[in-house]
């Protein structure tokens, strides 16, 4: 997953089997990219310079800030962006250290960094595992050099697998991404790609579909009529075959993008998608803490400018309802593959399970074979994966 929360939020504590184990997640953004992608909406900017000792010092006092709001320990620590692995490994280091100080680590914490796999971010591999990480993410986005450059990717498909190698070499855990349903990309291709990339071996793959996002520079593109995505049909195509094959394979889908080999999945991810408390910081980035909605200043320049007027980036900080709680919980628990607890969306509502959910939707929605109730446990089927946002909307109050 890239650096920014998906429906404007992330969470962070670990809900597994029904049962409640408390601990936080750290997010840490770095804004800073070398180009922007033109698929890109994320929080994403160009800077010619950038005071790395001043952005050090910042990052740290809104660490700070969000010791004072939160307890440990700190079960996952995830690097996104932007391009972290632009990050000094002596800020990595620093961030990471503090992160202990702090909050604590739980057993066998995990650290995650974003990287581009570009020779300059590989060089940077082995001081980046020094400095802690023990799980780098790489975006590789494609297989095919002509695909790479359609997508606005800095690196060639040599350097990539270059980068792969040498992150499979110094890191623990590996994930890369690829988009795939991209302009005149067939199902078969896509699967062709699909089978070199489980080739590599690695336990985890973040695999999305190509969508237009307003403001970027494909949306430009598509409006002016220069960017055709497949149809309906051969995306669905493509997404049923992707969830097949690696099932196959192995690396089972665990949430809607996201597959890996059992036991590999995401910590960090999924505590966002299991919903609990985890603090974010850095420029754009949000937290959920104590039943409290957190958001950074955007902006590189108004977030430091935040930092040096009070030790912290925060934009807002706004309380929660009981009913806006529930909701996210099940918007997000409901992109899993093991779905969602309905008791404690119910619990997180005040106690009223009607507060939360639409229970004629549901009955509807598994008449229709979209999703399976089994006791608590609401979770989506293959069909209902298909068209997720849907059901969502259905079952959400």
């Known amino acids: 997953m890239n650096g920014e929360d998906w429906f404007g939020y992330r969470a962070g504590d670990a809900w597994v089997r029904g049962a409640a184990v408390m601990s936080l997640a750290l997010y840490v953004h770095w804004p800073f990219c070398v180009a922007k992608c033109p698929y890109c909406d994320f929080n994403s900017h160009v800077r010619a310079q950038v005071d790395q000792h001043r952005w050090r010092a910042a990052l740290l006092a809104d660490l700070a800030h969000e010791a004072g709001h939160t307890q440990g320990p700190l079960s996952s620590i995830f690097f996104g962006g932007g391009t972290p692995s632009l990050m000094p490994p002596e800020t990595v280091a620093a961030l990471i250290a503090a992160a202990e100080r702090t909050w604590g680590f739980a ?18 591999f082995a001081d980046l595992a020094a400095a802690g990480v023990n799980r780098v993410s790489l975006g590789l986005q494609a297989l095919d050099d002509a695909a790479l450059r359609f997508l606005g990717r800095a690196h060639d498909l040599a350097e990539g697998l270059a980068a792969l190698d040498v ?32 080739g590599f071996g690695t336990e985890h793959l973040s695999l999305y579909q190509l969508t237009i996002e307003p403001g970027t520079r494909f949306a430009t593109e598509a409006a002016a009529g220069r960017l055709t995505l497949p149809d309906e049909e051969q995306a669905a195509a493509m997404f049923e075959a992707t ?5 196959a394979a192995g690396l089972p889908a665990y949430e809607v993008s996201n597959h890996a080999r059992p036991g590999a999945e995401s910590r960090h991810n999924f505590t966002y998608w299991r919903y609990g408390d985890y603090a974010g910081i850095g420029p754009g980035a949000h937290g959920r803490r104590q039943g409290r909605a957190t958001q950074r200043h955007r902006k590189p320049e108004n977030w430091l ?76 089927t ?3 994966m298909l068209v997720l946002n849907a059901v969502i909307e259905a079952v959400a109050r």
């Open 107 to 124: 057993p066998g914490i995990e650290i995650t960094l974003e990287a581009n796999p570009g020779s300059v971010e590989a060089a940077r």
């Open 305 to 380: 400018g935040a930092i040096d007027r009070r030790g912290d980036g925060l934009e807002s900080e706004t309380p929660l309802t009981p009913q806006e709680r529930a909701r996210e919980a099940l918007v997000m628990g409901l992109r899993l593959g093991e779905g969602v607890d309905l008791a404690r969306v119910a619990a997180l509502a005040g106690g009223d399970p009607r507060a939360a959910v639409d229970e004629a939707a549901i009955a509807t929605l598994a008449r229709q074979g979209l999703v399976v109730r089994e006791g608590d446990r609401l979770r989506a």
């Open 382 to 384: 293959e069909a209902g």
């Open 243 to 247: 969830r097949a094959i690696t099932a």
């Open 167 to 198: 992150a499979q070499r110094v890191f623990g855990r590996v994930s890369f991404d690829l988009i795939y349903a991209r302009p005149g990309q067939a199902p078969a291709a896509w699967e062709a790609e699909l089978a070199r990339a489980l």
